[in-house]
Structure formats: structure tokens, C-alpha cells
């Protein structure tokens, strides 16, 4: 059993800065890209930032220069820093994360519930 518990969503004005994390907990065995994804309302889930276990990152070009994912890979958590938001980041933020379990030869992929954004203009 593998959980991903996200937390530090809110509201918050334009211009303004907020910090995701993302705690994977359970039968690790190790765990390999983790990154967050956000889908508004009406629209279909977009990668937002994705970061290797050894570091590479990737980036939505609607929040290069903005938005920066960085992992503790002590801790199983992936963080999103969000500065200068805008009101189009508005949405429900979601952690991904590719683990394999313990006995297990193959990655899956998780899911955490989501932690709502919003940005006010």
C-alpha cells in the first residue's frame, strides 16, 4: 500500500508565492519520477513539473522561470515553489509519482487526492 499526501494549497492574490509538498509513505521499495500535475475546471489534466531521482527536471513552458519542483529523496517528498502566480494557475494540483514496491520488479504510477490552488486577480 502506497499513499501520497499533498498539502500547502490555498488561496492567494496575484503576484503571490505558495509551496507544495508531496509525502509518498508506505511499501517503498524506490521510487523514480515524482511530479505534480493540475487540471482547472473544464480542462484536462496538464503536467505541470516532473524531477528524476537523480534530478533532471521538466517543466510546462506556462510556468518555466516561475514555478521550481525539487525533491528529498530521504523523505519520499516532492515541493513545488510557486512564485508570481497568476489567476490561469488556478487548479486543483495533483503529486505523481512512479514507485516501485517492495517485491515487486515494476514501477506504477500514484496518484495523490489533490490539493486546491486559486489565485485571485
Known amino acids: 500500500q502506497v499513499q501520497l499526501v499533498e498539502s500547502g494549497g490555498g488561496l492567494v492574490q496575484a503576484g503571490g508565492s505558495l509551496r507544495l509538498s508531496c509525502a509518498a509513505s508506505?511499501?517503498?521499495?524506490?521510487?523514480?519520477?515524482m511530479g505534480w500535475y493540475r487540471q482547472a475546471p473544464g480542462k484536462q489534466r496538464e503536467l505541470v513539473a516532473n524531477?528524476?531521482?537523480?534530478?533532471?527536471?521538466n517543466y510546462a513552458d506556462s510556468v518555466k522561470g516561475r514555478f521550481t519542483i525539487s525533491r528529498d529523496n530521504a523523505k519520499n517528498t516532492v515541493f513545488l515553489q510557486m512564485n508570481s502566480l497568476k489567476p490561469e494557475d488556478t487548479a486543483v494540483y495533483y503529486c505523481?509519482?512512479?514507485?516501485?514496491?517492495?517485491?515487486?520488479?515494476?514501477?506504477?504510477?500514484?496518484w495523490g487526492q489533490g490539493t486546491q490552488v486559486t489565485v485571485s486577480s
Open positions: 505523481n509519482a512512479y514507485i516501485v514496491i517492495n517485491g515487486s520488479l515494476r514501477q506504477y504510477s500514484y
Open positions: 524531477i528524476a531521482s537523480s534530478g533532471p527536471t
Open positions: 508506505g511499501n517503498i521499495f524506490s521510487i523514480n519520477v
